[in-house]
């Protein structure tokens, strides 16, 4: 809680917060009609895609703004076209302004959706890149991506399940079992340890 530790004094943050900081943080959160919607990758298999893209392309070398940018376009798809403008907050990652390349990964979202559904929304897209500390939003979403975590790394689903009636949808790409696409768990489909694959 000391300032110059640069952690829970300055933003709440999951992963550094006490266990009874962050009691009270998920307990602050039930209290807010909070929608949460998530990509969740598989590292494993995003490393199998990079060796065999190595494979067939001697000069490929895996950045991983190309998978942070593929997965907003994936978050973002059915999304931007409801309102009449959008301010989108994204966590600084780095020294490096990815404001116009996060604005890039948005709009060839919302035109294949305009296309695929016949919409014509136009809505200002603005995106501003912060830092947690300074938008309680980016500090929630911390949250329930680390409940998330939590759930697919450890199995460990009493976080998520706490928070799930703020999920609306996670999309699994990498669970193929079913479909090629993946799999989406919303309400009336949960997310549960029972659901997810093997390790």
């Not at 948005?106 to 995106?127: C, D, G, W």
Request: hydrophobic share 40%; charged share 30%.
């Amino acid at each position: 809680m000391q300032p110059e530790a640069k952690k829970t004094a300055l933003a709440f943050h999951a992963k550094d917060d006490v266990a009874e900081a962050r009691w009270q943080v998920f307990s602050l959160l039930r209290q807010y009609d909070l929608r949460f919607f998530a990509v969740v990758r598989d590292k494993r298999t995003v490393l199998d895609y990079v060796r065999q893209r190595n494979e067939r392309e001697i000069e490929y070398r895996y950045n991983p703004n190309e998978l942070y940018d593929s997965l907003v376009r994936r978050l973002f798809k059915n999304l931007l076209h409801k309102d009449d403008a959008y301010n989108i907050y994204f966590a600084k990652r780095g020294k490096s302004d990815r404001t116009v390349a996060l604005r890039e990964a948005l709009e060839p979202a919302r035109r294949r959706f305009n296309t695929q559904r016949e919409v014509a929304s136009a809505a200002p897209i603005n995106v501003i890149a912060a830092a947690p500390r300074d938008y309680a939003g980016l500090q929630a979403v911390d949250y329930f991506l680390w409940a998330l975590q939590r759930l697919y790394e450890r199995r460990e689903e009493r976080y998520v399940e706490l928070m799930w009636p703020a999920f609306r949808v996670v999309h699994d790409v990498d669970d193929t079992r079913q479909t090629k696409y993946g799999v989406y768990y919303t309400q009336k489909k949960p997310l549960t340890a029972a659901a997810l694959p093997g390790i």
